[in-house]
């Protein structure tokens, strides 16, 4: 399928708007790829390790708790970008800035639409738009596209004005998983009532929400300036243990301000074998020999997941790191990687 794209009274012909081997930087690549290929995660950028994958339509952790006892009023958080939500749950909070970091580059595009539906629909509204069989309806998308950034409204138009309806849904399938499904609101916390949700409303035109997209081993390069609270969700599920843990390092030690934390590992079962192999690498990775780590804290929390998955009552557990500790502790690796350097 070809289209013609027209900027700065320029009109470009190609497929999805750029020219073969020329991809442009306004995502028009990923959505050719989104109705061309069903894989769930490859390559996009080989220079930045940039991916193309599917995004979360909401996030099945529960961030409200996790971050309960916190005051964030007018802090600086950077995050995953993922779903979004730890963005709205920190948005809620009074957070005065928001940067959302992540290797794949569609959770922007997915993002910000979901900013922009938030700041122009209704709750209920929000809830009936971000569906599979709504997210490519009109009557939804021009009231929400104007609030769009240039790059992303670029994606978002082409999606809406070039496809048929069956293309549209090959392309919802390539690119959000579980079909938009919510495994349970009590998750959702900006979804739990419509004074959250209208807080979060409100906040967003205070709190500035910048987007970087970065493969994990450069977060500390690409991340500028220092942070409150540095949030990598499970991202240490996906990550090479001394790669993981000595990007960390960095983080703590260029990025955390001073009384600030970094939360670096959530499990969504409470197994003590997996959150007890966590704490071992963490120790192994930092020199640590014996006994408490000092500046971390571990939490247990109800995970509120979906019952008929997991059972009653099921815990999860989230451990942060604070500034001391990065203050304290060096990485060393892990013995293989000590034999290997």
């Known amino acids: 399928m070809k289209s013609l794209i027209v900027k700065n009274n320029e009109a470009k012909e190609g497929i999805m708007g750029y020219e073969k081997n020329k991809p442009n930087k306004y995502f028009n690549v990923a959505l050719e790829k989104l109705f061309f290929d069903s894989t769930i995660s490859y390559p996009y950028d080989a220079d930045n390790n940039a991916t193309i994958a599917k995004v979360y339509p909401y996030s099945n952790e529960n ?48 993002i910000e639409l979901k900013i922009a539906a938030i700041k122009n629909l209704s709750m209920f509204e929000f809830m009936d738009y971000l569906t599979k069989e709504n997210i490519f309806k009109h009557r939804y998308y021009w009231k929400v596209c104007n609030d769009l950034s240039p790059k992303s409204r670029e994606f978002w138009d082409n999606a809406m004005l070039e496809y048929e309806p069956k293309i549209r849904e090959t392309i919802v399938n390539n690119m959000v998983h579980n079909n938009f499904a919510i495994n349970d609101r009590k998750f959702v916390n900006y979804l739990k009532s419509m004074t959250v ?15 970087i997209n970065s493969a994990f081993n450069d977060f500390d390069k690409k991340s500028r300036g220092k942070y409150d609270l540095i949030v990598l969700s499970n991202i240490s599920d996906y990550i090479e243990t001394n790669n993981f843990f000595s990007t960390v390092d960095s983080l703590g030690k260029s990025r955390l301000n001073d009384g600030g934390k970094m939360q670096v590992y959530y499990a969504f079962l409470e197994i003590p074998r997996y959150t007890g192999g966590f704490v071992d690498s963490l120790k192994e990775s930092f020199g640590i020999q014996c006994g408490n780590v000092s500046g971390m804290e571990k939490k247990s929390i109800n995970a509120l997941r979906d019952r ?19 203050d304290t502790y060096t990485f060393v690796g892990t013995k293989e990687y000590q034999l290997e350097n």
């Open 63 to 110: 961030i409200a708790d996790v971050y309960a006892g916190m005051d964030l009023r007018g802090k600086r958080v950077l995050t995953v970008g993922s779903s979004g939500d730890q963005l709205f749950e920190f948005v809620c909070k009074g957070c005065r800035a928001v940067v959302l970091i992540d290797a794949n580059i569609l959770s922007q595009p997915f």
């Open 197 to 211: 949700y209208e807080t979060l409303r409100n906040n967003l035109s205070s709190c500035k929400i910048n987007f």
């Open 308 to 326: 008929s998955l997991v059972g009653d009552n099921v815990k999860a557990t989230t451990i942060l790191l604070d500034k001391e500790f990065f």
